[in-house]
């Protein structure tokens, strides 16, 4: 039973993550005050504090939980070879980590200008440059670093620009994923598509 104490308080971290993040979401990051986040917790202020100071706090925890699978496959990746095929099994696996975590990105697009005040938007910020170099080929013309970082953010990017298409939220992520190896293959290959 020794780890009751310490699940509980993780359960609870959990639980104020995924209510104030259903909060951000609703109604955005500026509009949403830690009352009214304890309020839907049905907790007080205070208990609330227990766990985060602050909303940025909170946002901080979401985005550090996130972050650190992502680390992972990074550092999966500059262990492997540059090749095309593990340029695309890193952008599947990306893919994977953005659907598990697809009401925090969703958050993110919804809320881009306020979260370039806050540190967890340079946190990011410096993800998705590593992930970006990670696809460049060596010495990459301007026209393939184009292409690498359209791969990248047509995965970021699409499903919100997809959410009002009908269609099966899987077949949208292959969809998407179809999209971004072309575009890696291209670059890969130093080339732009075929006239």
């Known amino acids: 039973m020794a780890g009751t104490g310490t699940q509980r308080k993780s359960d609870t971290r959990q639980r104020i993550q995924d209510v104030a993040l259903d909060l951000f979401v609703e109604q955005g990051y500026e509009k949403t005050s830690l009352r009214e986040i304890a309020e839907r917790l049905e907790v007080t202020k205070a208990a609330l504090y227990y766990h985060f100071k602050t909303k940025e706090s909170i946002l901080v925890s979401l985005f550090a939980d996130r972050v650190e699978p992502l680390d992972e496959l990074v550092a999966w990746a500059r262990e492997q070879p540059r090749t095309l095929e593990v340029k695309q099994e890193f952008l599947r696996r990306y893919t994977e980590q953005l659907k598990a975590s697809s009401r925090l990105f969703r958050f993110m697009q919804e809320n881009q200008a306020e979260l370039r005040d806050l540190r967890v938007g340079e946190t990011f910020k410096s993800r998705v440059d590593a992930t970006l170099e990670l696809l460049l080929a060596p010495d990459p013309s301007l026209a393939d ?30 969809a998407l994923l179809e999209v971004s190896f072309e575009l890696l293959a291209a670059a890969h290959e130093g080339r732009g598509p075929a006239a």
């Open 145 to 174: 670093r184009v292409r690498c970082m359209a791969a990248l953010f047509s995965l970021h990017a699409g499903m919100f620009a997809l959410k009002d298409v009908e269609g099966d939220p899987e077949e949208k992520y292959d």
